[in-house]
């Protein structure tokens, strides 16, 4: 800090030739900027416990954000205990630093042991720079878990991405799903279509609810960090008696 202030001494100087009033007047306002900061930084410090200072630092070191989030989810019934589950998501990320970076994309389906074999990725892929780029190696894992062969794709600076990520999955007509996502993500919004007789919910892993925009469309006004989840429960109304099957 002492450096920076005799670095900025001979502007500030000639500042005060030129204008006395007007010169002392900026001088005083730059000081008062430098010791706000200073003291901003110092109390930024020792204000967060130890305990959340290295979460905190890996989030704001974040150079890779998710700007548009939209989720789509329909629901189409099997039988009285059975339904399909089909999602289409789209995410674009776009790189805010002013250096390359890599973006590593991915997903999988973890069919929990429930009609297994019967859920598929459908198609993922990304485009960058006008082109779709399809990626149909999948891994399988134990546990009915199938996931597509992570890929580390390089952003330029200010670069945008987009992800998509369609799938389909056999469910119960009492069921949850859940989405987790490795990187900061604003402003998601997740669309339901359920059948007749079964409601649904739209629930953000975030300190504020989301709004309903739209039948079945919610969305969320603020940020989901590393980890906070985006899940879609679905229900059978009381009494309700399904007809055929």
């Known amino acids: 800090l002492p450096i920076f202030i005799l670095a900025m001494a001979p502007p500030l100087k000639v500042l005060c030739l030129l204008t006395p009033v007007r010169g ?12 706000f900061l200073v003291m901003t930084l110092f ?6 416990p130890d305990a959340l200072k290295g979460e905190l630092e890996w989030i704001i070191s974040s150079r890779i954000l998710c700007i548009e989030h ?52 459908i198609s993922f892929g990304y485009t960058k720079l006008g082109e779709n780029i399809e990626i149909k190696e999948t891994v399988k894992k134990e546990g009915g878990i199938t996931s597509i062969k992570e890929q580390s794709v390089p952003m330029a600076p200010n670069e945008e991405i987009t992800v998509w990520f369609e799938s389909e999955e056999t469910v119960r007509t009492n069921d949850e799903q859940i989405w987790v996502f490795a990187g900061p993500t604003m402003n998601p919004v997740v669309t339901v279509k359920a059948f007749e007789g079964e409601s649904s919910v739209v629930n953000f892993g ?17 940020t989901l960090l590393p980890g906070q989840a985006i899940a879609v429960r679905w229900w059978a109304n009381p009494n309700t008696v399904f007809p055929g099957k």
Do not use: M
Request: include cysteine; hydrophobic fraction near 40%; aromatic fraction near 10%.
């Open 24 to 35: 002392l007047l900026l001088v005083a306002a730059f000081v008062a900027i430098i010791i």
């Open 70 to 121: 939209t989720q789509s989810c329909e629901l189409t019934r099997v039988d009285n205990d059975t339904c399909i589950f089909r999602n289409n998501t789209l995410r674009k990320f776009r790189n805010i630093s002013r250096s390359t970076e890599s973006l590593v994309i991915g997903g999988s389906l973890n069919e929990w042991c429930y009609h297994p074999g019967t859920s598929k990725i």
């Open 206 to 222: 975030y300190r504020l609810p989301a709004e309903l925009i739209g039948t079945g469309t919610h969305r969320l006004k603020g």
């Open 43 to 48: 109390v930024w410090a020792g204000k967060w």
